[in-house]
């Protein structure tokens, strides 16, 4: 009797992205591995999505449209957790609603399970691109290498030393029985759930070898946070501080990662972020004494960087 192969549950919330999400489909549907379920979730789009992907519906089954129902918030994250409710498959991965999967995807990622079975999730690398995209980017008979984590990759993940964006991981479902997507958190929602996850220390694999090509565009999420969108902004302010609280109740708050975090806060010079921070970590009075100062010379510290990376061009 033949064995099963396990299904592959993809997770796509999708918000007014008629122009991008066909091409996005198209390479979903295009996958060496076969055996996926793809859950769009609509997160109440009022141009023509339903329309664009009414041919993928009716020709094949494994593309499914929900309408991202109340009782979950409105964004990413509850789309996300909707997805997560509805999914069927033994692995869950989230694919943005504009972006282009490369074929191999899946089935690279499945056979490093197969290879390395105690792993829990399998992180590849991503390649951005603007405008059209350029389809002899993709390349199908690549070497790459495949390695297990090691214990220091909650570090590396969250000073991201590892890239680990929200599309580049395939988990296993039992990674999500405790943890799902912070739902008023509308931007850095990924790195604040995976760290929750990762905080556990799993095992995981790691391809180097890119998988995915994540589209630049000035509308996307991180297209808004850098153009200073206040939502984004203070969602990533939350996501920090939300980071910090839960690595402290765990004793995993190393002070190389205190640091990082700390003057990560304090680049947004939100004097009641770094307060809120140091109230719950409680840091020695010289430590406490020496970030409130550097909070004040912030300004004098970057102007000083810029200066020294100027001299050493």
Not at 2 to 29: C, D, G, K
Not at 58 to 73: A, E, G, I, L
Not at 129 to 141: M, Q, V
Request: glycine share 2%; proline share 4%.
């Amino acid at each position: 009797m033949q064995q099963l192969q396990p299904i592959v549950s993809i997770i796509m919330a999708t918000y007014n992205r008629a122009h991008f999400i066909f091409e996005t489909l198209q390479s979903i549907q295009a996958q060496s591995y076969k055996n996926w379920e793809c859950l769009i979730i609509d997160d109440g789009s009022t141009d023509n999505t339903l329309t664009v992907i009414t041919a993928f519906l009716k020709k094949d089954s494994r593309f499914q449209y929900y309408k991202r129902p109340t009782n979950y918030k409105k964004g990413l994250p509850g789309c996300r957790n909707y997805g997560l409710d509805l999914a069927s498959g033994d692995y869950i991965i989230f694919f943005d609603d504009d972006d282009i999967v490369h074929p191999l995807c899946l089935e690279n990622c499945l056979l490093a399970f197969n290879t390395y079975n105690e792993a829990t999730f399998c992180n590849y690398m991503k390649q951005p691109f603007s405008g059209k995209f350029d389809y002899n980017l993709i390349a199908t008979n690549k070497e790459y290498s495949i390695e297990i984590t090691n214990d220091d990759l909650l570090e590396n993940v969250l000073t991201q030393s590892i890239p680990f964006a929200s599309c580049t991981v395939l988990w296993k479902r039992i990674c999500f029985k405790e943890h799902v997507f912070n739902e008023d958190l509308m931007y850095a929602e990924e790195w604040e759930c995976y760290q929750r996850i990762l905080s556990s220390k799993p095992k995981g694999i790691i391809i180097d070898n890119v998988l995915y090509y994540n589209r630049k565009h000035p509308n996307s999420n991180t297209g808004e946070f850098w153009k200073g969108d206040a939502v984004r902004v203070a969602s990533q302010k939350k996501a920090i501080f939300l980071v910090i609280e839960n690595l402290h109740k765990k004793d995993l708050l190393t002070p190389y990662l205190f640091k990082y975090l700390v003057n990560y806060a304090i680049s947004f010079r939100d004097f009641k972020l770094l307060k809120n921070i140091l109230n719950i970590t409680k840091p020695t009075l010289k430590l406490k004494l020496f970030y409130i100062l550097k909070y004040q010379l912030f300004p004098l510290w970057v102007l000083y960087n810029n200066i020294f990376k100027y001299k050493h061009l």
